[in-house]
C-alpha cells in the first residue's frame, strides 16, 4: 500500500483528506505542521507528501524545501494544497522541489485524481 | 466516488471557532503593540484556514466573505496595507460576524447576510478593487468541443525534471487516456554509457493524440512542468524544425561529446533494466494504455544532505497554539495521557499483588500485606482520580481572554480609557466550571467597567492616573480556585447602598450594620445602584444573579472596597463540579449527601432556643443568630425516626449570605462523592443537584441546599427579615 | 428466565429485520403488553430504588445501572392500575426513549413478569379503539396479537417522558 503523509494545520481539512485518501486505498499518516511533518518523514518513508502551504512552525514550501534535500525524498512526488489567490505560491513552491499542486477548495474526486497523476 | 462530507462539518465549525479565537486574540495584542509578523501570521493563517474549509465543504457565503478578509490581510502581511485601528476595528467586527454566520451554519439557521456584504464592501473599498474581481476561480475544466481531431504534442522535459518529483511516464499515460496516442520517444540527447547521469532524464517524445478533448485538457497533464520542460502542443502538426534545434542545443551544450566508440552502443546494458529496445526513434502504440516502458530512471541515491530547518519552532507560536481550545471536545496533552497509562500500570500490579495474596493462605502475615495491598490500592486510586481530573483541568486563560475584547469594546463606548492586567492565566479549573464561570464573570468585569472605573475626568479630578485599571487574577487556593476582579475605580459607596436597601426594605434604618455587611447587600435581589442604566450593565440582572450562578457551582463571592482606590470582588469556586465532599445524612431510611462546603456546623438542637413563629416556622437561637429550621423529612415526605426536635441533628449550612438548619435523624460518614448527573435520565428535582453512587451499590441525592431552602418556603435569610414564602408573613421583630 | 431473555435481546438487536419488528412481551394483570424490542436495553430483577423526593406517584425512584443513574417507573402506576407488592416476578425493563427535544434517555419499568417475544408485521398491528377520555390512550401504539390473545404495544416515548 502507497503510503501518503497529509500536512495541514487544520483538523478538518486534514481529516478530510485523509479520509478520502484511505478510502481510495492510501495509507495515509497525518503532520499538524513542517516540523512534525519532516519528523516523521525522516522516522519512515512515504511515497507521497501533501502539504498545506500556510502553517505555524514550519510552512509548507520550507517543509518541501527540506524534504526535497533527503536522499529519501529526492524523487517523492512532493505536492502542496494552495488557494487561487496564492499563484505566486505555486512557483515559490516549484522552486523549492515541488512536484505540484492542489488548488482549495477541491472535492474528494479532485483530489484523488491528482495524487494519481504522479502516485501510481 | 461520492462521499459525505458532512462528518467532517463539526471539527470544522471547532476550528473555526477556535481560528476566530485566536484572530481576536491577536488582533487585541495589536491594538496595543507594535503589529509584529507572527501576530500578522497567525490571524492570516486563521483566515486561510476557515476560507479553504468553506469552500471545500461547500459553504460559499463563508468563503466569499473570508476570501477579502485574507486578500486584505495578505497585503498587510506583505506591507501593502496599513493596519491602524479603524482596520483592526473592521476585522474584529469581520470575525463577530463570521461567528455569527458560522454560528447560524452549525445550528441550521439561516444566516444574515447582510453584515457580511456591508463588511465585505468596506475591505473592497480598502482593496481599490471592483467589487465582482474577488468572485473565485472557477475550476471546471473546459468542456470536450466537437469531433475527434489529432494533436501533436512536443514535450521535451528538462534533465532535472525527475528531480521535481513529476514521472514523464505517467504523463504520457495520462495522455493515453484521453484517446488513441501514437508515441515517439526521442533518444538522440542520450550520452555515452558511462556518462550517463541516473538522476537526468534524456529523453524527449513527440506524441500524436487523436481525441475529442480541449487544448486546456492536455495542457493540465503538464501543468506541473511548464517550467520544467518544453513543450508544444499543435494542430496542425509537429513543429519539427524547433524541436531538432532544440534537442540539438540540448545535446551540443551540455552532453560533451564522448568516445565515438561507445556512442549508442546502449542497446542491452542501459542502466535501468530495459524491457523495450531503444533506438534513435522507437515507435510505441497503445491503445488507451501504455505498455510499461523502460525510461523510468531508477536512483539510488548515495549522496546525502545536511538538513537545517530553516524556520524552527518559535515559543510564540506555541503559545498560540496552546492557548486555542474548544468547548465540545478537549484537548489533552500527551503527558497528561502518559502520567495516566502510568497510573494504570501501578494499579495493575496492585491488583495483581492482593489477587496473589488471596490465593494464598491467610495467616497474620498476609492479612498484614493485604492490609499493605489495600493501602497502596486506595493510593493508586486517588493517584488515578486527580490524574483524571487534570485531563478536565484548563488555563483559565480561556476566559480570562474573552475580557479583553470586552473591556475594549466597552470602555471605548463608555469614553473610558481602560488597561486590563491578567494575572494568574495558566491557573488551571475543571471545563465545565470555567463554561458556568464565565457569564458571572462577565457580569462582575462589565460592573467594574461600568461603576467601578470613573471617567478620565473624574480620575484626573481625584488626583489619579487618568487610565483605569481592572486586573483579573488567578490562583489555586486548597481544593479552590480564587478569581479576582479588582478595579481602582471609586469603590462602592456605602452609604448609597444603605439608602437604597433601605428604600428596599431590604434592611432598617435603625440597623447597625458594618461597611463590609452593607457592601454584601449588593448582593441582594433587586438591587442595583446605577444612577444612570446604561447599555452595559444595570439592566435588570442584578447582582443576585451573579452570587446565585455562582452558588449553584458550590462557589462564594465576596467583596471588599475602599473608597476611591477601588474595589475587588472575590470569586471562590470549587476546582471541579465531578467530585464533591459530602456529608452523609440520614432522615429514616433514606440517606442525602450535604456538601461539606456548604455545612457551618452541626449540632445537637436545645428545645429551649427554639422559638416558633406563627405556627410556621421554628428558629433556633444560635448564639444571638435566628437560624431557620428546615425539617428535612417534612420537605421531602419522608417518614422521620425523630418526634422532636432534641431526637435529631441539625446541620448548619450558609445559604445566601444567611444561614439556615437542616434537621435530619442523623449524620452518617463524611466521604468523597463523585456527582452524576440525574437529569441526564430524569429530570430536575428542586432541591437535589445531582446523585452518587454509595460504596454499597446505591444511589444517593445530593442536596441543593439553596435549592432546599426554596423548596421550604424561606426567603430573605440573613438580613433580618425571614419570611415564609406562602403566606408572606413577615416577621420584622426579629 | 431473565438471563435467557437477555440474551435472546443480544441476538435479536443484531438480526432485526426491515419488515418484521420483534417486541418483548410482560404482563401486567394477566394483560400481555408489549414494546419495540429495539427499545429494550435488558432486564433486570427488581433490586429497590432510592426514592426522589416529590416525584410522581408512579416514579419508584433511581436506580444504578453500572454507574448511571436511571429512574424507575412503576408502569401499574402509570397506567392507573392498582399496584400489587413486588414478588420475585417481578421485573425491571430498561427502556431507551427519546424526549421531545430528541434527546436519547433511559428509563425502567417495573413489571409483574416478562412474557416473551413475538415478531409482528406492520399489518398485524391495528390501531387501538378510541376511547376519547383514556389517559392512557396515548401510551399505546396499537394493538397485536399474540397466540394467548390480544398484545397491547406500548409506545416508549410517551409513556417515559415525565411532565
Not at chain 1, 481529516?15 to 519512515?44: H, I, P, R, W
Not at chain 2, 468541443?145 to 525534471?161: A, C, D, L, N, V
Request: aromatic share 6%.
Amino acid at each position: 500500500m502507497k503510503k501518503i503523509l497529509a500536512v495541514d494545520d487544520s483538523a478538518s481539512m486534514r481529516q478530510m483528506v485523509a479520509f478520502t485518501l484511505k478510502k481510495a486505498g492510501y495509507d495515509v499518516q497525518q503532520a499538524k505542521d513542517g516540523v512534525e511533518a519532516l519528523d516523521m518523514a525522516q522516522n519512515s518513508r512515504f511515497d507521497l507528501v501533501l502539504s498545506d502551504v500556510n502553517m505555524p512552525n514550519m510552512d509548507g514550501i520550507s517543509l518541501i524545501r527540506n524534504l526535497r534535500a533527503l536522499p529519501d525524498y529526492k524523487y517523492t512526488p512532493l505536492l502542496m494544497l494552495t488557494t487561487e489567490s496564492g499563484l505566486e505560491k505555486k512557483s515559490e513552491g516549484k522552486a523549492a522541489g515541488a512536484t505540484g499542486w492542489i488548488v482549495k477548495p477541491f472535492n474528494p474526486d479532485q483530489l484523488i485524481a491528482t495524487i494519481g497523476k504522479v502516485l501510481r | 466516488m461520492k462521499m459525505d462530507l458532512s462528518q467532517f462539518y463539526q471539527v470544522f465549525f471547532e476550528e473555526s471557532f477556535e481560528g476566530l479565537d485566536a484572530m481576536e486574540a491577536e488582533l487585541l495584542r495589536l491594538s496595543n503593540d507594535t503589529p509584529d509578523v507572527e501576530s500578522i501570521n497567525t490571524i492570516f493563517r486563521a483566515a486561510h484556514s476557515i476560507k479553504g474549509g468553506s469552500g471545500t465543504f461547500g459553504f460559499e457565503k463563508i468563503a466569499s466573505f473570508t476570501h477579502v478578509v485574507e486578500t486584505y490581510l495578505d497585503l498587510v502581511r506583505e506591507g501593502k496595507r496599513k493596519l491602524a485601528t479603524e482596520q483592526v476595528d473592521l476585522l474584529l467586527r469581520s470575525v463577530d460576524c463570521l461567528r455569527d454566520m458560522l454560528t447560524a451554519l452549525s445550528q441550521n439557521q439561516t444566516m444574515d447576510e447582510s453584515r457580511a456584504i456591508a463588511l465585505k464592501a468596506e475591505f473592497e473599498s480598502l482593496l481599490d478593487e471592483p467589487p465582482t474581481a474577488n468572485s473565485t476561480e472557477t475550476q471546471q475544466l473546459a468542456k470536450p468541443q466537437g469531433s475527434k481531431s489529432s494533436w501533436y504534442i512536443t514535450f521535451i522535459p528538462h534533465r532535472e525534471i525527475l528531480l521535481t518529483g513529476n514521472e514523464p511516464l505517467y504523463m504520457l499515460q495520462e495522455l493515453a487516456q484521453l484517446g488513441e496516442v501514437e508515441v515517439v520517444v526521442n533518444t538522440q540527447s542520450l550520452p555515452a554509457l558511462d556518462l550517463i547521469d541516473v538522476e537526468s532524464c534524456y529523453f524527449s517524445w513527440q506524441i500524436e493524440l487523436i481525441s475529442d478533448c480541449s487544448e486546456s485538457q492536455i495542457k493540465e497533464i503538464f501543468e506541473w512542468v511548464e517550467d520544467d520542460c518544453e513543450i508544444n502542443i499543435s494542430r496542425q502538426g509537429f513543429q519539427t524544425k524547433d524541436t531538432k534545434t532544440q534537442v540539438t542545443a540540448l545535446s551540443s551544450s551540455q552532453v560533451k561529446p564522448a568516445d565515438e566508440n561507445t556512442q549508442f552502443s546502449i542497446e542491452p546494458s542501459e542502466p535501468t533494466k530495459s524491457e523495450t529496445e531503444v533506438d534513435s526513434h522507437t515507435k510505441i502504440r497503445t491503445d488507451k494504455q501504455l505498455a510499461e516502458p523502460a525510461t523510468k530512471v531508477q536512483a539510488s541515491p548515495t549522496q546525502s544532505t545536511a538538513l537545517v530547518g530553516d524556520s524552527l519552532t518559535t515559543d510564540k507560536a506555541k503559545q498560540t497554539s496552546q492557548k486555542i481550545a474548544d468547548a465540545s471536545s478537549i484537548r489533552v496533552s500527551i503527558d497528561k495521557v502518559d502520567s495516566l497509562i502510568n497510573m494504570v500500570g501501578e494499579l495493575v500490579i496492585t491488583q495483581a499483588m492482593l489477587m496473589q495474596l488471596s490465593e494464598s493462605e491467610f495467616d497474620n502475615k498476609v492479612v498484614k500485606r493485604m492490609k499493605q495491598g489495600l493501602a497502596q490500592l486506595e493510593h493508586n486510586t486517588r493517584e488515578l482520580q486527580e490524574s483524571v481530573m487534570r485531563i478536565r483541568m484548563l488555563p483559565i486563560s480561556f476566559v480570562f481572554n474573552r475580557f479583553v475584547r470586552l473591556v475594549r469594546d466597552s470602555s471605548q463606548k463608555l469614553g473610558k480609557k481602560i488597561e486590563l492586567v491578567l494575572l494568574g492565566e495558566q491557573t488551571e479549573l475543571d471545563k465545565t466550571v470555567m463554561e458556568k464561570i464565565s457569564d458571572p464573570m462577565v457580569h462582575l468585569v462589565r460592573n467594574s467597567v461600568d461603576h467601578g472605573i470613573e471617567s478620565p475626568q473624574e480620575r484626573m479630578a481625584a488626583g489619579k492616573s487618568e487610565i483605569g485599571k481592572i486586573t483579573l487574577n488567578a490562583y489555586h487556593q486548597g481544593g479552590n480556585i480564587v478569581i479576582e476582579i479588582i478595579d481602582d475605580g471609586r469603590g462602592l459607596s456605602t452609604e448609597k447602598i444603605r439608602q437604597k436597601a433601605i428604600t428596599n426594605g431590604l434592611i432598617n434604618a435603625t440597623d447597625e450594620l458594618t461597611d463590609e455587611q452593607i457592601n454584601l447587600l449588593i448582593f441582594e435581589p433587586g438591587f442595583s445602584t446605577a444612577e444612570t442604566v446604561s447599555d452595559l450593565s444595570g439592566r435588570g440582572v442584578g447582582m443576585d444573579v451573579v452570587k446565585s450562578n455562582i452558588q449553584a457551582l458550590n462557589g462564594a463571592v465576596d467583596v471588599e472596597s475602599t473608597p476611591n482606590q477601588g474595589t475587588k470582588f472575590k470569586v471562590r469556586l470549587p476546582l471541579t463540579l465531578a467530585i464533591l465532599d459530602g456529608q452523609l445524612v440520614r432522615v429514616g431510611q433514606h440517606i442525602y449527601i450535604i456538601p461539606l462546603v456548604n455545612i457551618i456546623e452541626s449540632l445537637q438542637i436545645n428545645p429551649t432556643q427554639v422559638s416558633n413563629i406563627g405556627g410556621q416556622l421554628d428558629v433556633l437561637d444560635l448564639r444571638g443568630e435566628y437560624v431557620p429550621i428546615v425539617r428535612l423529612a417534612e420537605v421531602f415526605a419522608h417518614q422521620s425516626d425523630s418526634h422532636s426536635l432534641n431526637e435529631g441533628l441539625l446541620v448548619v449550612v450558609e445559604v445566601d449570605s444567611g444561614k439556615a438548619g437542616i434537621f435530619v435523624d442523623d449524620l452518617l460518614a463524611q466521604q468523597q462523592v463523585v456527582i452524576k448527573s440525574l437529569e441526564a435520565n430524569y429530570c430536575k428535582v428542586e432541591g437535589i443537584s445531582g446523585a452518587t453512587i454509595l460504596g454499597d451499590g446505591t444511589v444517593s441525592l445530593i442536596i441543593d441546599v439553596v435549592g432546599l431552602v426554596k423548596v421550604a418556603g424561606i426567603k430573605n435569610l440573613g438580613t433580618g427579615n425571614i419570611t415564609i414564602a406562602e403566606h408572606s408573613t413577615s416577621c420584622e421583630s426579629l | 428466565m431473565i438471563e435467557e431473555i437477555n440474551k435472546k435481546l443480544e441476538q435479536l438487536n443484531e438480526s432485526a429485520s426491515e419488515d418484521l419488528n420483534q417486541y418483548l412481551s410482560f404482563f401486567i394483570n394477566d394483560e400481555e403488553y408489549a414494546v419495540d424490542i429495539l427499545r429494550v436495553q435488558e432486564i433486570r430483577c427488581w433490586e429497590g430504588a432510592t426514592v426522589i423526593p416529590n416525584s410522581p406517584k408512579y416514579i419508584k425512584g433511581v436506580m444504578n445501572l453500572r454507574g448511571t443513574i436511571v429512574p424507575v417507573m412503576d408502569l401499574r402506576a402509570r397506567l392507573s392500575i392498582e399496584e400489587r407488592p413486588y414478588n420475585a416476578m417481578t421485573v425491571v425493563i430498561v427502556l431507551k426513549f427519546y424526549t421531545v427535544k430528541d434527546s436519547a434517555k433511559i428509563s425502567g419499568i417495573v413489571v409483574d413478569a416478562v412474557a416473551d417475544v413475538h415478531a409482528l408485521k406492520a399489518q398485524d398491528i391495528q390501531p387501538a379503539p378510541e376511547l376519547a377520555c383514556n389517559v392512557n390512550a396515548a401510551f399505546v401504539k396499537g394493538l397485536g396479537r399474540s397466540e394467548k390473545g390480544a398484545l397491547i404495544l406500548l409506545e416508549p416515548d410517551a409513556l417515559l417522558t415525565i411532565q
